[in-house]
């Protein structure tokens, strides 16, 4: 895998051409690519997961470059040695900072469009945060204030949010595929054309939230408020509404397969303008 990752490496600097102190830039970035990628296969994934999530991670080569002057006809001097080790330096200082931002003040903020796969962003004040088209895979937000934050076409695939501050925040279009989601309030929050195929409401306040049109596969609202949220027209396959209130859910309109339908019976859902697939 290390010679996977160092051809990586040679594709994203080649448009650089062998500026002084890229031998040593390579050699201290593949050892963090490759420290990662062996954390990631502790954790159970896959050799491609693994390597995915870890080129993912490195971000973009133009930020480090940004941080170092090249010229592949110039030979290195002492100077350039030091802004080769700068340049090491202000990359683990970044990788790192991608990863721990728990316990921070980031309200208001502009992260939008940036690659921070697998942050921490745990017990952060994050209110009016703009994450819109951030790829935030894996990133973890428990007890984290949200409010009016926008994850518009963010990629939050296999993200955590427990007890956080959901209240007014936009997922319009985000990627929630596997993403768990649990005791968190959602009031006002907003699905439109969000992809929620597996994704875990476990005891979040969900009332009034709307899932109009969606496609819900596989989505779990177990122990969940959905007292007044909107199905209105959605398709539902596999979704389970276990210990849930949803006598006034609205389910106008909606397609559904047997089995969530015989579960909503049994929970005395209003399923007089379903359709059963």
């Known amino acids: 895998m ?10 994203a600097f080649k448009p650089y051409g062998n500026f002084p102190s890229r031998k040593d830039v390579e050699q201290e970035l593949l050892a963090n690519l490759t420290e990662k990628y062996q954390d990631l296969k502790l954790q ?41 080790r700068t340049l090491r330096e202000t990359f683990k200082f970044a990788k790192k900072s991608k990863s721990k931002f728990s316990m921070t003040e980031l309200k208001q903020s502009d992260l939008s469009d940036t690659q921070l796969v697998g942050s921490d962003f745990s017990f952060s004040s994050l209110s009016e945060t703009d994450f819109s088209g951030a790829n935030l895979t894996g990133s973890t937000f428990n007890g984290s204030d949200l409010r009016k934050s926008s994850f518009k076409a963010a990629n939050l695939k296999d993200a955590a949010f ?7 925040v936009t997922f319009d279009s985000a990627n929630l595929t596997n993403a768990n989601i649990k005791a968190c309030a959602l009031k006002d929050a907003s699905f439109e054309k969000a992809t929620l195929d597996g994704t875990y409401f476990k005891h979040s306040d969900l009332s009034e939230v709307s899932f109009e049109g ?3 596969n596989g989505t779990v609202f177990d122990g ?4 007044k949220a909107s199905f209105k027209n959605a398709v539902l396959a596999d979704v389970t509404f276990h210990h849930s209130d949803v006598k006034h859910t609205i389910f106008d309109g909606a397609t559904m397969d047997k089995v969530t339908y015989a579960l909503l019976k049994g929970a005395k859902a209003n399923l007089d303008n379903v359709i059963v697939k």
């Open 2 to 11: 290390e010679n996977k990752l160092q051809e990586f490496l040679d594709e």
């Open 162 to 168: 427990a007890g956080s501050d959901l209240t007014n």
């Open 224 to 227: 969940s408020s959905v007292k």
């Open 44 to 84: 159970g994934k896959s050799d491609a997961e693994a390597y995915q999530a870890t080129v993912d991670s490195f971000g973009d080569v133009t930020e480090i470059m940004d941080n170092v002057q090249h010229n592949p006809n110039k030979e290195l001097d002492s100077d350039e040695r030091s802004v080769g």
């Open 214 to 216: 969606q496609s819900l």
